[in-house]
C-alpha cells in the first residue's frame, strides 16, 4: 500500500529554517508529481509547493523564495527546505501526489512562535 510519512516538523523561532522529509513506500516515486501541502487551524488544507519528476517546481506565493521543494528520486524522499520562517507558516505539513489522490499521512507539525 501506498504510504507517506512526514518528518522534521517541530518549533522555531520566526526568522529560523526546518527542513521536512517525505519518505514514500508503495508507489512509483520518480514517475509522480508531488507537492507540499498545509494546514493550518481552523483553514482548509492548502499547497505550497510541487515539483516534477525532471525537477521543474511551482511555488505558491506565500513562500516563493523562502521555500525550496527538492526530490531524490533514488530515495523515493522528497523535501521542503523552509527559511525565513514567519508565524503565519504555523500549519501541519503533509505531502502527496498532485493531485492529491493517495491516502494522507500524519503529516508534522510545524510551529513558529517567539
Known amino acids: 500500500q501506498v504510504q507517506l510519512v512526514e518528518s522534521g516538523g517541530g518549533l522555531v523561532q520566526p526568522g529560523g529554517s526546518l527542513r521536512l522529509s517525505c519518505a514514500t513506500s508503495?508507489?512509483?516515486?520518480?514517475?509522480?508529481?508531488m507537492g507540499w501541502y498545509r494546514q493550518a487551524p481552523g483553514k482548509q488544507r492548502e499547497e505550497v509547493a510541487r515539483?516534477?519528476?525532471?525537477?521543474?517546481?511551482y511555488y505558491a506565493d506565500s513562500v516563493k523564495g523562502r521555500f525550496t521543494i527538492s526530490r531524490d528520486n533514488a530515495r523515493n524522499t522528497m523535501y521542503l527546505q523552509m527559511n525565513s520562517l514567519k508565524p503565519e507558516d504555523t500549519a501541519v505539513y503533509y505531502c502527496?501526489?498532485?493531485?492529491?489522490?493517495?491516502?494522507w499521512g500524519q503529516g508534522t507539525q510545524v510551529t513558529v512562535s517567539s
Open positions: 502527496n501526489r498532485v493531485p492529491s489522490n493517495f491516502s
Open positions: 508503495g508507489i512509483t516515486f520518480r514517475s509522480y508529481l
Open positions: 515539483i516534477f519528476s525532471n525537477g521543474r517546481t
